[in-house]
């Protein structure tokens, strides 16, 4: 049988974690589950799906060894349906091996991009103003972050599950990621846990920047949007999946209503 591995692409929604777990309890004849958890993880997470520890042991101990910065909630909202899903998924297919392979600094790494981003548009709110050479600086530096990892991340993968049947979870890098580990396995495709998902202003920017120069009029643009998203839509909502929902209901909905009118 040709080996495979199946990307699920996971936007960071707690809806799309819940779609992931089914896409992966639909799989047949998988060998292997990578996880986008912090390697360091991998001892603890193995032990919950064997029912070793319990979720919330799990949790604890995160928080002892320090391996995850906090608020240790704003990963375990969509973490979590994966993790409480792993003792059934290993209950119906015992010899399914888990592998977490990020690198273990990744998420306070990232964690300090996202700090920097969240200043400037803290900025941006208070003076109305984009500086955008800061802004493409703390860009530059997330996605050479990303890249970083990705160089770390594609050996391990390769390592731990090249040639068996393999379900890889991935964010919005999941192409990138495909197109580096492809030649690892007979088959290699990406499959998205929300196919309807719209990308939020700062995941376009980051996008788009990947790819291409950005101009100082759509750096402000995206800029702009992603402070309007942050304090219109997610400090007023009880969480990321309603913020989301809210502005596609209003800014992408609505115009699309409005222009067929």
Not at 22 to 39: A, K
Not at 102 to 117: C, D, N, R
Not at 223 to 242: K, M, P
Request: glycine content about 2%; proline content about 5%.
């Amino acid at each position: 049988m040709a080996s495979r591995v199946e990307i699920i692409l996971v936007p960071d929604l707690r809806s799309s974690a819940t779609n992931a777990v089914g896409l992966l309890h639909s799989r047949t004849g998988l060998e292997v589950l990578l996880l986008d958890f912090p390697e360091t993880l991998e001892d603890e997470v193995n032990r919950l799906a064997k029912y070793q520890i319990t979720y919330g042991e799990l949790i604890r101990r995160i928080k002892q060894k320090r391996i995850l910065p906090e608020p240790l909630e704003s990963w375990t909202y969509t973490a979590e349906p994966i993790l409480k899903a792993l003792p059934r998924l290993k209950l119906i297919r015992p010899e399914l091996e888990i592998c977490c392979y990020t690198p273990g600094e990744l998420p306070f790494s990232a964690m300090e991009s996202a700090t920097k981003v969240a200043r400037l548009a803290f900025r941006v709110r208070a003076t109305g103003k984009v500086d955008t050479d800061e802004w493409r600086e703390a860009i530059a530096s997330s996605l050479t972050l990303s890249s970083e990892s990705l160089d770390l991340e594609v050996p391990r993968l390769a390592l731990r599950g090249r040639r068996r049947d393999a379900a890889c979870l991935a964010g919005l890098n999941a192409f990138r990621l495909e197109r580096r580990i492809a030649e690892y396995w007979d088959l290699a495709t990406v499959r998205s846990a929300d196919p309807f998902y719209y990308r939020t202003p700062l995941e376009i920017l980051l996008s788009l920047s990947s790819r291409r120069e950005v101009s100082d009029e759509e750096l402000s643009m995206l800029a702009l949007a992603h402070v309007e998203y942050v304090y219109r839509y997610v400090l007023r909502s009880r969480d990321r999946d309603e913020a989301h929902n809210r502005w596609i209901e209003e800014k992408i909905f609505r115009a699309k209503k409005h222009h067929t009118l």
